[in-house]
């Protein structure tokens, strides 16, 4: 065997490029090359053999009486030469193969080869990285370009975090190691190019499956997602299995499995509440860690009114309208939230509340009132009248007061206290 086909079988070893593959690519440049001496190639061919590597280039030639064209003609009598079957307007092929041409095979084969391990090498990263589109992978800080950041995926190839997708409050150094979400793998002259980012929703959703088992196999499903990159986030999530509580199962013991998905996302807050059919119940929990005396419900308009604890206003709303937004966001409703003093000074409260809640002529009476309608959805600003910079409850509650409720770590009350200790217990 020759030196140049023990060369392509330590190739297919070590690449995982097929030799056939290079053979025939080899082939077609030397039969490329022949135009070069013969002025055209459409009646040649180059054959190189798979056991020795030796290569021949034969013409394709037809038997006639009186040669007029060499390139393409035969005598009959060469012809009769090669064989005695020969007859006027037969194809022969005839071997043509240059004195140099090992030279210029040589060449040819080692140009071929370097391109071929190249476009192999392209191929193979991009379904690498086609593969985990949509999915999550972890990333090394190489440096900064620009505004935008240089990132190891893999130690296989390098993606740029642009500016646009990182989180405004997050700052890396070199070596630092973040998860990333894929968003998109496209295939260039140059090689793959790998799209990345650190605030796309799905981020969140995929560090879930990773991080817990029941979301991983389908029992416990995450049904939306609202976030708001490197502040805070929302997931509604549902059980499929009755024995199973979603969001037990999501905040693992004493909290494990929630706060290693903080970590990952440098301390971003995440509410994980239960996901429900009914929009009241829905709109109810997503206004979570706040409680909610009543929730009425539109649905042809997507519209919800919301009435909480005066004490609770300020948290219902968040800072800077945060929470009504997020919770916006998540049920796909316009949420108008007031406050129990707020709601009987303009509805006449106790004329219509009830053991039950509101009766429903307290809906059509609240849609007329055009002045206390407070919308809450993605462009709306999430301040009350009547109350500024964000101090929304009455008294002497402040932001202050809600900042701790708004922590994680002690889950806003002892209704959830309760349920944490629950969750520690499975």
């Known amino acids: 065997m020759s030196e140049l086909m023990l060369a392509l079988e330590q190739i297919e070893k070590e690449k995982g490029i097929e030799r056939e593959v290079i053979i025939a690519a080899i082939e077609k440049s030397l039969l490329d090359a022949c135009k070069k001496d013969f002025g055209k190639s459409e009646n040649i061919t180059v054959n190189m053999s798979r056991e020795t590597g030796d290569i021949e280039v034969f013409a394709e030639k037809t038997v006639v009486e009186e040669v007029e064209d060499d390139a393409a003609e035969i005598s009959l009598e060469r012809a009769k030469m090669i064989s005695s079957k020969y007859e006027v307007g037969d194809l022969v092929n005839v071997e043509i193969t240059p004195k140099n041409f090992g030279r210029i095979a040589a060449q040819q084969a080692r140009s071929v080869i370097v391109q071929a391990i190249k476009e192999e090498e392209k191929r193979a990263l991009y379904g690498h990285f086609y593969c985990k589109e949509k999915d999550v992978v972890t990333g090394v800080v190489q440096r900064y370009v620009g505004r935008n950041i240089s990132v190891s995926l893999d130690d296989k190839m390098d993606a740029l975090l642009m500016e646009n997708e990182q989180i405004k409050t997050e700052h890396y150094r070199p070596t630092d190691r973040i998860k990333l979400y894929i968003v998109e793998v496209k295939e260039t002259n140059r090689g793959p190019k790998v799209v990345v980012s650190r605030t796309h929703p799905e981020l969140v ?10 979301v991983a196999d389908g029992t416990v499903e995450i049904k939306a997602i609202s976030r708001e990159a490197g502040s805070r986030s929302k997931i509604a999530v549902w059980s499929n299995d009755a024995n199973v509580d ?97 709601a009987r000074e303009a509805y006449d409260y106790d004329e219509y509340y009830d053991e039950d809640g509101y009766a429903d002529e307290y809906d059509e009476d609240y849609e007329e009132n055009d002045g206390y309608i407070d919308e809450y959805d993605e ?16 008294g002497d ?30």
Do not use: H
């Not at 959703?205 to 029941?214: A, G």
């Not at 402040?398 to 499975?426: C, F, I, L, M, R």
């Open 246 to 342: 979603p969001v037990g199962a999501c905040v693992g013991m004493n909290g494990n499995r929630v706060n290693t998905i903080v970590d990952d996302l440098k301390g971003e807050k995440i509410d994980i509440i239960t996901w429900s059919e009914d929009p009241a119940t829905f709109i109810e929990n997503s206004l979570s860690p706040s409680k909610v005396v009543s929730v009425r419900v539109n649905e042809e308009e997507k519209s919800a009114f919301v009435v909480v604890p005066d004490y609770q206003l300020s948290l219902a709303i968040g800072k800077e309208g945060q929470n009504a937004r997020l919770a916006a966001r998540l049920t796909g409703y316009k949420i108008d939230i007031k406050s129990e003093s707020q």
């Open 397 to 426: 509650y402040d932001e202050s007061e809600y900042a701790a409720e708004e922590e994680y770590d002690d889950y806003a009350d002892d209704e959830v206290q309760g349920e944490n200790e629950e969750y520690s217990d499975e």
């Open 205 to 214: 959703k995929r560090l879930f499956e990773k991080e817990v088992t029941e």
């Open 379 to 394: 462009d709306a600003e999430y301040t009350d009248n009547g109350y500024d910079d964000g101090d929304y409850a009455d």
